[in-house]
């Protein structure tokens, strides 16, 4: 069963949308982090979605009672089913609404919602809770208001795995194909910038060492490559292998890498595509600049490749986003896949050779890590 993406939807620091996202990914070096215009002096750098408002896109009727993430996954998922042709002018082309899903990756995704209802009931009263904003504080709401908003009628599943949830969502994607779940499924994920989320990592010392946080959603439509062509779809790549791995770590409360479980999941991912290391092309790795996770992802990149194969770090262009960052990461693999070449640190990219297979890899916090092989599609030329 060979499946394939055949197109996608993104909403980042960078642009919202393929285009938009594909001209500024060329130019990344235009948009450094920055702090929020209200912020202190001394607050952390940012990769925000700068001005973020969807209703060009989605209108302004039924926004109000939506949080930032839900928002930026409603219109991912909007954005990824009209670039795969599998809608126009709101309605369906070629496919029924049953036989779409939607499988997204989020990993602190209620936190927001969650500390707004708290100040309201400890600051002023709980009398005063707007009660129709209770639901985001549920970590799959954000998917489940996609799936209404898009009328998807199969499954919807949300994954909360840290940052290597937005490469698993491609290994559930799989069994829900294996086990004819849905004929086409928008795979991916998103996460808000949240005041939380910047105090937990200014607390554990994360943010004065070079680590930025960012934002974004990113949805990419897979499906068999029989059920494109049958519609007439162009595949942008085709989806080798993806893996999820797990090594016991010295300590199951602090922050600890695996670097056997990256080991492991980039072996199996290869092995499930029928290929050898030596046919990886590039890496596009999750280095965030958390130095024990950093150095540990370089040195099973090194034990691997060595010096044959380019290491990128799409989070230098997005920040660490969490359970959006596979997601983020896959958009700038197809991105490159179509021509454009993203613009990391060493400005060498556009000077290189258009890859055919990209890896990526996540290592997570607590043991556990993902890889995902796409490659070029061979008609491609």
């Known amino acids: 069963m060979k499946l394939v993406i055949t197109g996608y939807g993104i909403v980042s620091n960078l642009g919202i949308g393929a285009e938009a996202f594909e001209t500024a990914l060329q130019n990344a070096a235009t948009h450094p982090p920055a702090r929020p215009a209200s912020a202190a002096a001394d607050a952390p750098l940012i990769k925000e979605i700068p001005d973020f408002d969807p209703t060009p896109w989605l209108g302004d009727k039924g926004l109000r009672s939506l949080d930032r993430l839900t928002k930026q996954l409603v219109l991912a998922a909007r954005l990824a089913l009209q670039d795969a042709g599998l809608k126009r002018d709101g309605v369906y082309v070629g496919v029924e609404a049953e036989a779409i899903g939607f499988c997204s990756s989020n990993a602190y995704g209620s936190l927001e919602?969650?500390?707004?209802?708290?100040r309201v009931a400890v600051l002023e009263d709980a009398r005063y809770i707007n009660p129709s904003k209770f639901p985001n504080t549920v970590s799959n709401t954000a998917a489940g208001y996609a799936s209404i908003w898009e009328d998807v009628r199969a499954l919807n599943m949300s994954i909360s795995d840290g940052n290597c949830g937005g490469l698993d969502t491609f290994v559930l994607a799989q069994q829900f194909f294996e086990t004819d779940r849905a004929s086409v499924l928008a795979v991916g994920g998103g996460e808000a910038l949240s005041e939380s989320i910047a105090l937990a990592f200014g607390r554990l010392g994360a943010l004065v060492r070079s680590c930025v946080l960012g934002e974004g959603a990113s949805f990419a439509v897979v499906e068999r490559a029989s059920h494109a062509r049958l519609r007439g779809a162009t595949p942008i790549a085709e989806i080798l292998g993806a893996a999820t791995t797990f090594g016991a770590t010295s300590s199951d409360s602090l922050l600890v890498p695996s670097e056997r479980a990256l080991t492991a999941a980039i072996h199996s991912a290869c092995a499930q595509g029928g290929i050898s290391l030596a046919e990886v092309d590039v890496v596009l790795g999750s280095m965030s600049g958390l130095t024990a996770f950093d150095r540990a992802e370089n040195r099973v990149h090194s034990a691997l490749f060595g010096n044959a194969v380019r290491v990128h770090a799409p989070k230098e262009l997005f920040g660490e986003s969490f359970g959006a960052a596979g997601a983020l990461a896959v958009a700038t693999a197809l991105a490159w896949f179509k021509g454009k070449a993203p613009s990391f640190g060493d400005g060498?990219?556009?000077?290189?050779?258009?890859?055919?297979?990209?890896?990526?890899t996540s290592l997570g916090y607590y043991g556990n890590a993902a890889a995902l092989v796409l490659r070029r599609p061979s008609n491609e030329t």
Do not use: C, F, K
């Open 113 to 118: 919602a969650i500390n707004e209802l708290d």
């Open 348 to 360: 060498a990219t556009a000077s290189q050779p258009m890859p055919r297979t990209i890896l990526l």
